[in-house]
Every structure is written in structure tokens, then in C-alpha cells.
């Protein structure tokens, strides 16, 4: 059976109030939260937390910043039910309910002084960014940074501005394709598969990062698989439902792992043989 050490901060509710919202899409809305007293979230790149609503419930968030914004977190947040139907109607000066962060991230102490390739697909743009901007705020630390985005339409993609600033970086190759445009689009048109084998990487000394929808990870990590990066090189965010963040619900259990503790950044290697973790 597996044992869980719980701090009692894991359990602690603080209000967040929240102080710029953002429409990125038709879907999509980005919160900006600061913790009182200005206390900092503390997370790791790839953790998330839970947000509650009196009345709504509560619900797991991917955290869409950088721990190196220390004196507020960002949230984006896709309206698909209850919880995240109440959020889109909050506004700044509105409060939320926040308990953790929770989970594993990105191991960037592993990563460090390596190549990056990240790889990401609609929604999946979230956690990757908050990883993304560690690095850039961190350049010096890693080696060769490449960046492949997927979306179903241009309209889709999120934060537009701020990856046209990482395209001007000459310290960031950054490539982005749609699933179908209008003429106007310049850019690549295809899946996010279609972009892997144009780039150029040392296996050995590349770590990939892939966050999207599940349909997209068995197909993605088949090329990278072609590309000879190694399994424990691979690295996936699951997408579960982590229903109280604390190992104790069993929602987010993939033959025994327990998501929202173990997870949700696991390695390839690790999973490889659960059919059911993709």
C-alpha cells in the first residue's frame, strides 16, 4: 500500500485574489493571482494547484508562469464545466480558493546543461510555458533550446505576443504548425508530428518535453523514438483527474502511480509498458 506524508499546508485553502484576467481565445482565460501577505506559490515548473469556488467546487490548474515570477502565478484556464464555467465569470478583485502546488514537475536540476526540445499541443502550451520561461529567465544554464507548438487554427494559439518575442530570440529556435488555415497564415500546416523530423538534435544529450492532448503522445514520441532519444529522456505531463491532489481520492491512479503525487511529469521509461498511462 503506499504510505503518504502530508504537510498540513497540503490541506490549507489560501485566498487568491486576482488582479488581471485575459481572454486568449474563444475558450480560454488567463488569471494573474497573488497569495496574501504577497506570499510566494513556491511551485516547480509543472506542478499544479487546486482552485476553488464557493458554490462551483474545485478543480485542478495547470500553473502557467515561471516560479521566476515570484510575486504573483498566472493560471490559464479552458471554460469545459462547473468549476471552470464560474471561473470565466470572475473578474480582477474577485478571490479563489488555492491549495497547493501540488506534484511533480520537470526535474530542471536534470535538465541543466543539456538540449531542450519541448513539444507541445493546444492546452499543453500551459505547463510547458511555466518551463519555458524558467529556462529563459536561466539561459546559461542549458544548452540548444528548440520549440514546436501544435494548434487546430491560428486563432487558437496561445500567447501570441509572447512567442513572438521567443522567435526573436536568437537562443530559441521556436517552429509552430495548425491543423488548417486560411491564406493569410504563414506558418506550417500539418500535425505536430510533421515538424519533429525536420529538426536537427544529439540524442544523447537531449532531453524532450511533451505536453498536449493523449491522443498526441503515442504518435509524438514514436518520432522522437526515430530521432534515438532515450526513453528516460522522454518526458510526459498526464493528463488525470487530480481530484484532491493528495493521493487519497484515487482518480489519478494509472496502475498503481498515483498522478497528482508521482506525476504529473513522468519519464518515458516509466510508463512505457502501462498501455494505460497514454
Known amino acids: 500500500m503506499k504510505e503518504l506524508i502530508l504537510k498540513d499546508s497540503e490541506y490549507e485553502i489560501k485566498r487568491g485574489k486576482i488582479v488581471r484576467t485575459k481572454m486568449?481565445?474563444?475558450q480560454e482565460?488567463?488569471?494573474?493571482?497573488?497569495?496574501?501577505?504577497?506570499?510566494?506559490?513556491?511551485h516547480d515548473p509543472g506542478q499544479f494547484v487546486e482552485v476553488s469556488i464557493l458554490g462551483?467546487?474545485?478543480?485542478?490548474i495547470s500553473i502557467a508562469s515561471s516560479p521566476t515570477k515570484r510575486d504573483s502565478f498566472e493560471l490559464v484556464v479552458r471554460n469545459v464545466g462547473r468549476v471552470t464555467g464560474a471561473l470565466h465569470k470572475?473578474?480582477?478583485?474577485?478571490?479563489?480558493?488555492?491549495?497547493?502546488p501540488f506534484g511533480k514537475g520537470f526535474p530542471v536540476r536534470i535538465l541543466e546543461g543539456n538540449d531542450l526540445l519541448f513539444v507541445a499541443a493546444g492546452l499543453g502550451l500551459v505547463p510547458l510555458r511555466s518551463l519555458i520561461n524558467f529556462v529563459i529567465d536561466n539561459r546559461r544554464d542549458f544548452g540548444k533550446v528548440t520549440v514546436l507548438l501544435g494548434c487546430k487554427t491560428p486563432d487558437n494559439m496561445l500567447f501570441g505576443d509572447e512567442l513572438e518575442s521567443w522567435r526573436k530570440r536568437l537562443d530559441v529556435n521556436l517552429n509552430c504548425t495548425v491543423d488548417k488555415a486560411d491564406p493569410e497564415w504563414k506558418g506550417n500546416v500539418g500535425l505536430i508530428t510533421s515538424l519533429i523530423?525536420?529538426?536537427?538534435?544529439?540524442?544523447?544529450?537531449?532531453?524532450?518535453?511533451?505536453?498536449?492532448?493523449?491522443?498526441?503522445?503515442k504518435f509524438v514520441i514514436q518520432e522522437l523514438l526515430k530521432k534515438e532519444i532515450p526513453d528516460r529522456q522522454i518526458l510526459v505531463s498526464l493528463e488525470r483527474h487530480m481530484k484532491c491532489g493528495?493521493?487519497?481520492c484515487g482518480h489519478c491512479q494509472i496502475n498503481g502511480i498515483y498522478c497528482c503525487q508521482e506525476g504529473p511529469v513522468l519519464?518515458?521509461?516509466?510508463?512505457?509498458?502501462?498501455?494505460?498511462a497514454l
Not at 90 to 100: K, N, Q
Not at 197 to 217: C, D, E, H, S
Request: no cysteine; glycine share 14%.
Open 56 to 60: 462551483a467546487g474545485e478543480a485542478p
Open 197 to 217: 523530423p525536420g529538426v536537427t538534435l544529439k540524442p544523447k544529450r537531449t532531453f524532450a518535453v511533451v505536453v498536449g492532448p493523449p491522443i498526441m503522445y
Open 90 to 100: 470572475l473578474e480582477t478583485g474577485d478571490e479563489v480558493g488555492i491549495r497547493g
Open 29 to 42: 482565460k488567463l488569471f494573474e493571482i497573488v497569495l496574501p501577505g504577497g506570499d510566494n506559490l513556491d
Open 24 to 26: 486568449m481565445t474563444e
Open 267 to 276: 519519464s518515458y521509461d516509466r510508463i512505457k509498458s502501462i498501455p494505460e
Open 246 to 248: 493528495l493521493g487519497k
